[in-house]
């Protein structure tokens, strides 16, 4: 029981590991700064990739826990508090995961509209070189 509690005490260590970094990108893209995007995305792979070998170590340690007895009470209460905090931690990355999923789509939005300003003036700027007379007369003359 002792490798099942040592397991979830580090399980939560890397839960709040995820959060820190979620919030550490959260206030860098705050300031519209999306330079480290990759290293986040990757930095979150990995992490959770740990906090699932996690699972296997507290799977198979369970397993091999036999008849719990009344003597690891105290364990018992420990591994509710560890339970609890990994539930409070699970609340707090889904609130920063829903923030981050926002401010994706507000620039992702951003984008779009840039971008239809774009192609707008692309074509206003066609709409007036086809209009102007001597435009390509004038665009040879001035490339020569």
């Known amino acids: 029981m002792e490798d099942v509690l040592q397991y979830l005490e580090m399980k939560n260590h890397y839960y709040e590991k995820f959060y820190s970094v ?28 740990i906090i699932r070998s996690f699972d296997a170590k507290i799977s198979h340690a369970v397993e091999r826990v036999e008849k719990p007895t009344d003597s ?11 339970m609890d905090e990994r539930k409070r931690l699970g609340e707090k990355i889904l609130e920063l995961d829903l923030q981050l999923i926002s401010a994706i789509d507000d620039y992702k939005n951003e984008t779009i509209r ?25 665009s040879r003359v001035g490339k020569a």
Do not use: C, G, Y
């Open 114 to 138: 840039e971008l239809k300003k774009t192609v707008e003036t692309q074509h206003q700027i066609d709409a007036f070189e086809k209009n102007t007379p001597n435009s390509k007369a004038t």
């Open 22 to 49: 979620t919030q550490k990108f959260l206030d860098q893209i705050a300031r519209n700064d999306w330079t480290n995007l990759d290293f986040f995305v990757d930095s979150r792979e990995r992490i959770l990739n």
């Open 72 to 82: 690891k009470e105290v364990d018992k209460a420990l591994l509710t508090k560890m």
